[in-house]
């Protein structure tokens, strides 16, 4: 009886410590224009709070966090919360058309969900055209008050927000893009935490700048928060040391160089162990894109340089910053190793092993294709698509409010297991073939059982040319069994599958002319937006959703929507 009594005691202390370190964390967004000065004249932005980047939010494991959007710019606006469970809580995931209707100009939405079972860099941003090259910002989830990180407690921690700056309207750059069909035109400039860097016009004094004390190691939280490119970033003469990616932590990896893919972040360690004096960080473009048949051109990219410094504290201000050698753009070798040589911390907080019994098989193609559009030039478009479907976002009604109040013809449940046609795939005699460029549009998605596990193939197609896709899924993390180059082999490919600690993550880079394998628990009934990450492709329908049904549970049940829910 006695011990009994001992465990229930310590049952209650636990519980009762679990909710003491939970908060409520409250913010307001006011989402307006701001006048904003870069590479020598004044551009109007869209802003959050009047800062670009926009405010970090910082919470704790178990947290509440509502923030009251309020928007008073002149475009319709979501906020969505990237990489965030939102277990039970779909309604405030924030993809347009997908979740929720778009807030309205002098319209509001209160987004309110708990950060559960994950710690570590997250972000949020704009989920409405290209409106994100302005609306972002960072959210850091720290661990519950007593729960130390599993690596050594840094000196301090600082989010590196990598993004692209346009000197026009962006709006007005993917409007056109789409009334011609074409891609949109390349960024003029990458930042870092919003600030160009010395190597761009009128930016000498414009460049972010991290002071450090030597023998102290900082936690940097970086933040790809470019729309349309994939990013090398360095400090020179240092290592870092990855400890986590897209809020999971990693068995510690140390590497000179960072790769991401918009939309992932990556959590290092940086020892500031060299000389006293000045150093560049420095981010450019990964562009994976190469010609499809040889009188196909590369696509263009921002081909420019970002970069701010990092400072020892008692550096003379005279010192000349030295510059990291930068990778080559096309370094694909460089970018490969870097995306695999990472791997999950098994045994770690909120770590979660790989399931092995796979209830649904899924191979799915990614790449690029063509559709009809008789007003654009030479009568297509271009278009990308998830196993030959375009898709194409309703305008009615939201996919999740169909899904709640059971409302047909906004979605359809038949999008395929596998490629309506099957070719070889990653050769480019195939990139202009044109059986197969013509993509139709469709609100197609996957419907999951509850609690099932689905295994995906995603392989890249070398239609209109090979490119690393970096694919998000909303609502979930999934486990990277395993990645690489051609065409992928069922027989051979499996063996070498991770199912001990693979990377657990939110958002893939799919290489170019190659595959990837995921796995992914449906354990959280909603709509599920996945999509290509590169905004150049993303209005031309590189995506679709999963439609994961109710549990048979009221805790596995998707609750009513809020009522300030915007309609459309």
Not at 85 to 97: R, T, V, Y
Request: with cysteine; net charge neutral.
């Amino acid at each position: 009886m006695s011990r009994l009594l001992f465990l229930l005691t310590c049952a209650l202390a636990l519980l009762a410590s679990s909710v003491a370190s939970a908060a409520i964390v409250e913010h307001s967004f006011y989402v307006q224009n701001l006048t904003v000065r870069r590479l020598c004249s004044e551009q109007v932005v869209t802003a959050v709070n009047g800062s670009l980047p926009g405010p970090t939010l910082r919470v704790r494991e178990g947290d509440t966090l509502i923030v009251h959007v309020f928007n008073k710019s002149p475009y319709n606006l979501t906020i969505h919360w990237h990489g965030v469970f939102q277990l039970l809580s779909a309604w405030a995931d924030g993809p347009s058309m997908v979740t929720q209707c778009p807030i309205p100009p002098g319209g509001k939405y209160t987004y309110k969900f708990e950060l559960l079972q994950q710690e570590g860099t997250l972000w949020w941003h704009a989920h409405v055209s290209f409106l994100r090259a302005t609306v972002y910002g960072a959210l850091v989830i720290r661990p519950r008050s007593g729960h130390p990180y599993p690596f050594p407690k840094p000196h301090r921690e600082v989010p590196i927000l990598l993004g692209e700056w346009w000197n026009a309207n962006v709006v007005d750059v993917e409007n056109q893009a789409e009334a011609i069909g074409a891609p949109p035109n390349i960024s003029d400039a990458y930042t870092i935490n919003g600030l160009p860097g010395d190597l761009y016009n009128c930016s000498q004094n414009r460049m972010y700048k991290l002071k450090v004390q030597k023998g102290k190691t900082y936690l940097l939280r970086i933040i790809n928060a470019a729309l349309n490119n994939q990013l090398f970033f360095k400090i020179a003469n240092h290592n870092m040391t990855v400890v986590a990616v897209d809020a999971g932590y990693t068995v510690p990896y140390v590497t000179d160089v960072v790769v991401t893919g918009p939309g992932q972040t990556v959590d290092v360690l940086l020892a500031a162990d060299q000389e006293v004096g000045s150093y560049f960080m420095a981010a450019n473009a990964y562009a994976s894109a190469g010609p499809a048949p040889p009188a196909f051109p590369a696509p263009p990219f921002d081909n420019t340089t970002t970069r701010g410094t990092v400072v020892y504290e008692g550096a003379p201000t005279s010192a000349t910053p030295i510059m990291p050698l930068m990778p080559a753009f096309t370094d694909t070798p460089t970018a490969h190793k870097f995306f695999t040589s990472i791997t999950g911390l098994a045994g770690g907080p909120h770590w979660v092993p790989v399931p092995r019994q796979v209830d649904e098989h899924m191979f799915v193609t990614v790449g690029l294709g063509l559709s009809i559009c008789p007003t654009c030039l030479n009568g297509t478009r271009l278009s990308a698509s998830m196993n030959n479907f375009s898709f194409a976002r309703p305008s009615s009604l939201s996919m999740l409010q169909a899904f709640f109040f059971n409302v047909s013809g906004i979605y359809t449940p038949d999008f395929p297991d596998t490629p309506p046609v099957k070719f070889d795939y990653t050769n480019v005699i195939n990139a202009v073939n044109p059986s197969l460029l013509i993509t139709p549009k469709s609100t197609s998605v996957k419907v999951l059982k509850y609690n099932a596990t689905v295994e995906m193939v995603l392989q890249n197609t070398a239609l209109l040319g090979v490119e690393n896709h970096p694919i998000h899924l909303h609502g979930f993390n999934f486990h990277v069994l395993a990645q690489g180059f051609g065409n992928y082999d069922p027989v051979n490919d499996p063996k070498k599958f991770n199912l001990i600690n693979p990377l657990s993550r939110n958002t893939i880079n799919v290489p170019v002319g190659g595959w990837g394998v995921i796995r992914i628990t449906a354990n959280n009934p909603g709509v599920w937006f996945f999509h290509c990450h590169l905004d150049v492709h993303l209005p031309f329908g590189l995506a679709t959703a999963f439609v994961v049904e109710n549990g048979p549970t009221p805790e596995s049940t998707l609750p009513p929507p809020p009522v300030d829910l915007p309609q459309c």
